[in-house]
């Protein structure tokens, strides 16, 4: 069982920058893969950006070139650090795991871009 906990959202104006945070149970460098979604209203969910734990990274092709996830093994923490933020990022952030064919979602954490 892996809980993850996100922080870090909240409001930013347009060309902004904020760093979300999810922080995870247990080991993440034994989580094969991590990821974060985001959900805006009235849309699904959708994949942000995720990172394995051999180090492959993909990214949303809305997202590519102002976002970066990375990972810190020694805190347990995947980070998604989110730059020139658009109105039409604005959403709710989830992170998730993926482990031994289990998926677990924290609880989110609100962005919105605004000016």
């Known amino acids: 069982q892996v809980q993850l906990v996100e922080s870090g959202g ?15 149970s247990q080991s993440i460098s034994r989580i094969p893969m991590m ?29 590519k070139g102002r976002f970066t996830i990375s990972a810190d093994n020694a805190d347990n923490t995947v980070y998604l650090h989110m730059n020139s933020l658009k109105p039409e990022d604005t959403a709710v952030y989830y992170c998730r795991a993926l482990l031994n064919l289990r998926i677990y979602w924290g609880q989110g954490t609100q962005v919105t871009v605004s000016s």
């Open 10 to 24: 909240g409001s930013v104006q347009p060309g902004g920058s904020l760093r979300l945070s999810c922080a995870a």
């Open 35 to 63: 990821s974060w979604y985001r959900q805006a209203p009235g849309n699904q969910r959708e994949l942000v950006a995720y990172i394995t734990s051999g180090g492959n990274i993909n990214y949303a092709e809305s997202v």
